[in-house]
């Protein structure tokens, strides 16, 4: 009787174990028998982890636009399975999911993923084998030189660097602390502000660091506030770029406080407070619709995003749903130029031909360009005002 | 600027002293580094901001319902993941706990939501003057919650049947289940204690820092290195081990540099280690042998 | 359980890996392989410190990184042989982990942990940070394909092979360390150091041994990763993948190198499993790591072992 009271317990366990494995195993099967009418896209963002920022308005730019393209009758009449995968902004789980879209789940084209780092180590896959990838990289060698298979969506770090630096020559400010995250995001950042600082006539006089997570960033800000600087810089995710609002007011740091476009969200007019008032972000064109001229070619594009996601998930945007809405806008276009069934190789193809207005600029895409026109003025500063987003230009 | 740096730093010790006292409680009566402390710490934040953005509840029974729903989550992981579980298997209950804190993180990203919250202050101001230095009002929340607790700590410690129970455990625990106490009510017991300590950190700390499901990890190892500077099992122990850590993470920013911050902090704890390995206030314990 | 049993289930494990790979066409279940067998590598390094010698380290990303960063340094700066790169980069990491044993020889459990664990963030904030060696978090390192004597070896059945051998020396290196004397004194390491210096063994050398071959294989299978990964960056090796290896070792089983192989593959495989479960996948992770650990205190290798003890005389009964 002992003996066997003893034993039951690893059996149980067993018996737990397999239950748990059953619908593992059936959503396996599920997936792997679909059928062969719909054209499979894979998503992978960064849903969790410090990136998520990123992934997440992203995700709901694809799931947004492939929704309406099925309404409205799919690619050349086929319908668009949409498979997301999330990266947790982890390199090795990037590369990973990657291979998994393209291998196992047969896409045509993946878009994402959505950090620098994420990017660079998927591009060489998709090369090798040979799928269209369509990346969410801040960086721009992504693009330079162009890959066969790999396109790249949002402004990079550099033309969002370039609109600050711009604004600062243009203000007389020649001098400036520069506060960044110490994670990818920051550091990619600061790195760009720091190289082309120099040719706007800007000193980056001070550069500190601190965790996104960090409690309390007073010691940094009040190195910026004991130097030279006329004006503070930051450079990352929430929730830090609302802390150092908070604690700049508490130790009466008086000069003005510009943001990269993380921070372009009306969460930090929401958690800022009275903080928040005279704080500057560089955003992409979507927090702003109503700021783009009434005969600019981006307007009409720009306003459809924010008002079906206003619609879709009962907030305004983040900025970053237009990558991956643009990378759909792309691949929309170029399958309305393939006769025959869209392939990976029909589909690369065509892509190289279209031009596309999308909610980041314009793209004219070309086999000597895969990314958006650098020209397309894409970023506008916004202040905050009586508690609202005002265009300052 | 050497003054507001060390208000600063007072700051962010306290925090790292709330979690710290959650730490040693668990790890005095089970032996058990608790890995999954810091998600006390994320689901109290998560509540309080959760029934005051959510439900409009006022922030005095926001606060108290935080702490005290995580003392109940606190109850339910050591009930459901290492009440019957072999108390000297170490390292199997480290890893129930790595688990269970992972899950506790699923469960606040599926039920509580992916945002980073602010949640309201407790009071007024933002901040108080005090002479030429300014102070957050919610810092001295944190910092006179930390004195309740420590107070309260020491008291039900030293005065309670309870107290002497769980005080009797973490001396030995075979002597004191010869003497009649139950090492499993006292165990049961501490991590509710640090659950609802863990939580009103967390609650304490999220109109100042935010609070994110995906905060907790970060928290814990904060947590960790207080409770084991100061010396792991005494309450005092965190309390120092918080503060030392935080002002010397403070002034490092301040005064080194921003990058190495914490690189001087753990600098500090492994300099600590190697010179009095049980932390600043901690006993040695004999070896077993 | 006898080491012997041990012994077989790992020579099994090995011998199962090559039919999985050929068994499937698809690059991603073959890269999963892989990564697993990178994975495996750096348990049995921990394996060896935690369940052999019961020195617990929290720092093993730190290792998993000079193994990288050394070999993509010497590849890509100094044209270096990628294969004798991979052995300077373990070299380099054993080293590291025998100077890094020294100062915390006094330490054990949770202090132990404590200190690897900060050192473990100390290496990353430095991967981080020093920019001109790791490309830090953003971009990171490129590493260009793996070759053997200019022989173009980076494909995946290629790198499963060579991952493969470096898995085999390690399972090789391993099982030499338990059936040794050395074994027998780590052995006593962990029952209680100062009763096995009492019978004049050399404690500080004893845990500097351990490290060192801890470290070696971490960094063994750091400098793999670089090849497989190709680009990567400093956030691959923080305080996350020391607790995930952790969660290898003891899944497994602590005390054998079956164990930690079949733990390696059980933590790199379920989260894609999970993924399935979309936003309720952390969720259920966790969870599945409760029950395991609460029903197989011991691990899934030991807890299979009694059901299979238990399972096999009711059957002869029949």
Known sequence: MFHLAVTTRPYRAAAKLAKLCAPIAMMLAATASHGQETIKIGGIFALSGPASFLGVPEERGFRMKIDEINKAGGLNGKKIEGIVYDTEGNTTKAAQQFRRLAESDNVVAIIGPSSSGESLTVGPIANELKVVSVTHAGTEKMTVPVTPWVFNTPPTDRVVAAHLLGIFKKRGITKIGLMSAADGFGQSGANVVKELAPQYGVQVSRHEEFNRQDADITAQVLRVKDSDAQAMLVWSAFPAPTIILKNAAAVGFKKPIYNSFAAASKDLIVQGGANAEGTYVSSMRLLAPETLAADDPMRPIVTKIYEDYKARYKEAPATFTAHSYDALLIIEAAAKKISGPITRQSLRDAMETVTVVGGNGIYRLSPKSHGPDPESRSMVLLVVKGGEWKVDE | MLGQIVVSGITIGAIYALIAIGFTIVFATNRVVNFAHGEFVMAGGMLYAYFTGVHHVPIAPAFLLAAVLSGVIAWVVYQVGLSDVDRDNHIAQVMITLGAGIALKGAAQVWLGKDTLFPPAFSGPASVAIGPLTVSSQALWIAGGLLVFLLALQVLLKYTKLGASMRAVSLNHYAATLMGISPGRAAAMAFVMAGVIGGAAGGLLAPLASTHYDNGIFLAIKGFAAAIVGGIGSPLGAVVGGLVLGLTESLAAGYVSSVYKDVVSLALLLFVLILRPQGLLGRALPQKL | ?318
């Open chain 3, 1 to 318: 359980m006898s080491s012997a049993i041990d012994r077989r289930l790992t020579l099994l494990l090995l011998a199962l890996l090559p039919v999985l790979a050929w068994s499937t066409d698809n690059n991603f279940h073959k890269s999963i392989l892989v990564f697993g067998v990178v994975n495996a590598i750096s348990a049995v390094g921990l394996c060896l410190m935690l369940g052999l010698a019961g020195q617990i380290s929290l720092g093993q990303a730190a290792f998993f990184g000079i193994g990288a960063y050394v070999t993509g340094n010497l590849v890509t700066k100094l044209g270096v042989e990628p294969v004798l790169a991979i052995v300077a980069a373990a070299l380099g990491a054993m080293v590291l982990g025998w100077a890094i044993s020294r100062p915390l020889s006094r330490l054990h459990d949770h202090y132990l942990a404590m200190a690897t664990l900060a050192f473990g963030t100390v290496m990353y904030i430095g991967f981080a940070n020093a920019r001109d060696w790791t490309g830090g978090l953003d971009p990171g390192m490129s590493v260009p394909k793996f070759t053997v004597f200019g022989h173009d070896t980076s494909s995946m059945n290629a790198l499963f092979v060579v991952s493969w051998i470096a898995l085999a020396l390690a399972v090789f290196v391993a099982n030499n360390i338990f059936g040794h004397r050395i074994g027998r004194t780590l052995r006593a390491l962990k029952m209680s150091s100062p009763a096995a210096a009492s019978v004049g063994i050399d404690v500080v050398q004893a845990k500097a041994f351990v490290f060192a071959i801890g470290a070696l294989l971490t960094g063994l299978a750091g400098g793999l990763y670089a090849f497989v990964a190709r680009s990567f960056n400093a956030g691959v090796f923080g305080v996350g993948y020391s607790i995930e290896l952790l969660m290898m070792v003891v899944i497994g089983s602590l005390s054998r190198v079956s164990g930690a192989i079949t733990g390696a593959f059980i933590i790199t495989v379920l989260p894609i499993l999970f993924d399935r479960f979309e936003d309720y996948r952390t969720l259920v992770f966790g969870v599945t790591m409760v029950l395991i650990m609460k029903f197989m205190p011991t691990g899934l290798v030991d807890g299979l072992f009694s059901l299979g003890a238990r399972l096999l005389p009711s059957g002869r009964r029949e």
